[in-house]
């Protein structure tokens, strides 16, 4: 069983979430979820942190989009 944690803008993605057997817990739309927005916080800072590391000044899109990737997965 998945559980998905979202604010309100996700309700209408409920029927189609339940049908799958996905179990999901929204609060009210702009109300921030506490769990999500420490995971969001957490990646930014190891992009942030692989950034740092690079002898770079700037990024192509495909480094940033490699750098998140590698924090995801």
Known sequence: MC???GDGGFECFRNNLASMGIRVNFTSRNKHVPEVERCIRTMKERVRAIA???PCKKYLPRMIAEMVYNVVF
């Open 3 to 5: 559980n998905i944690l």
């Open 52 to 54: 740092s590391s690079l």
